[in-house]
């Protein structure tokens, strides 16, 4: 078997590794060990270096789960803008910024002078309409004796089906303003528009201003369900087969560490993001008072794909990830030299609380010394001697 001493240093001292890793003892070599590749050496410097430490396998029970990152949101049918749909001057606004709102309430109140035209044709119409109706009726009766009087039968009756025409339309008008048409009279005129809330929800944004002059199409607030509010996961393509709705899923929040929350998997979307080759897998959770969520915030989701079990289970810092493969090590043995390790390829189940639960895809001797922490350096160790030596 070849054997390398390795003198790659790091640029910056580690803490020194504790407990067997800084005493020299012999033990016997072990015969369960893979050639070349899989043993790795390190001088008593670079295990110091490295802060290696020491331990065995604990039973633990991890579930197999899957962990996707998204974030918080609310989808389209949960929001809605207060919107101008008509030209005026801004004059009220309810003070209601990051409040919720009752569907119907006044928001918005816009000065319009000319509805008090529109108020004013209708009055006049309105006033005129029994003296049209009542020549039309006279000039009806007449034309059933006098064949001369169809002329002005005709006419009467154009001016009056115009006239009710008219009435009606002008009678919308109002309505769409805000304005109860059969109880306008000019003790009450308007010259405001009241915007109402379209919808209940929180007030998230306010786009004007008092005084401001605004057109058709302005928008002047926004409002957003937060009842609705929801996690948007993004599973990968290759990980579809395994999600399901129904699945419990544990949200947790990178900016408020230690802040869990448990969910659950209502919807899977089925169309495919082309740029992430992702779909969004949408996550009810219960809504915590004192918990500030707030749209958009990135979220991480552990999905749960299966009942918890008991494994054997390593610290997460015990397993190295190298390509697509997850391997840890054991001390093989100890001398005045420094340490041999052996690497050994293992299928990661599951982590949980920062506990891994592997499979050993090769056997180890009964009762190794695992490496618990600092498997990455002794991998990093291992791909610089195989550098020299390819060399």
């Known amino acids: 078997m070849n054997k390398y001493i390795l003198i790659f240093t790091l640029p910056f001292l580690l803490p020194a590794c504790a407990g067997e890793s800084d005493q020299y003892s012999h033990e016997e070599d072990h015969s369960v060990h893979s050639e070349n590749d899989s043993l790795v050496h390190l ?21 197999d789960q899957l962990t996707a990152n998204g974030s918080l949101v609310i989808h389209p049918e949960n929001m809605a803008q207060v919107t101008a749909f008509t030209d005026g001057i801004v004059e009220y606004i309810a003070p209601v910024l990051n409040n919720r709102v009752r569907k119907g309430q006044i928001l918005v109140r816009i000065r319009k002078p000319d509805l008090l035209d529109i108020q004013e044709q209708f009055l006049a119409l309105k006033n005129r309409l029994p003296f049209l109706q009542s020549e039309y009726n006279r000039y009806k009766l007449l034309k059933e004796k006098n064949a001369t009087a169809v002329k002005n039968f005709e006419k009467a009756e154009a001016e009056f089906n115009a006239a009710s025409a008219n009435l009606k339309v002008l009678s919308a008008k109002l309505q769409q303003y805000g304005i109860d048409a059969q109880s306008l009279s000019p003790d009450n005129l308007s010259s405001g528009i009241a915007l109402t809330a379209p919808v209940s929800g929180t007030v998230t944004g306010i786009e004007t201003s008092l005084g401001t002059s605004v057109q058709p199409g302005d928008v002047l607030m926004d409002i957003a369900d937060l009842t609705s509010l929801h996690a948007d996961l993004w599973i990968y393509e290759k990980d579809l087969p395994r999600i399901k709705p129904g699945q419990q899923v544990q949200l947790s929040f990178p900016s408020a560490p230690g802040q869990k929350v448990k969910g659950r998997i209502y919807s899977i979307d089925r169309r495919l993001d082309e740029e992430k080759r992702a779909i969004r897998a949408h996550v009810s959770f219960k809504r915590n008072a004192a918990a500030n969520f707030i749209e958009g915030a990135f979220i991480q989701g552990d999905i749960l794909l299966g009942e918890s079990t008991t494994s054997p289970a390593l610290p997460e810092a015990a397993v190295a990830r190298e390509g697509e493969e997850d391997f840890i090590f054991y001390k093989l043995k100890e001398d005045v030299e420094g340490m041999s390790f052996v690497k050994v390829p293992v299928k990661v189940i599951a982590t949980k609380n920062g506990k891994t639960a592997v499979e050993l895809l090769e056997n180890i001797p009964e009762g190794a010394r695992i490496v618990v922490r600092g498997a990455y350096y002794i991998s990093a160790q291992s791909s610089m001697a195989g550098m020299e030596h390819e060399h």
């Open 43 to 63: 001088t008593h410097a670079q295990v110091g270096q490295g802060n290696i430490g020491f331990g065995a396998f604990t039973i633990e029970e991890i579930a």
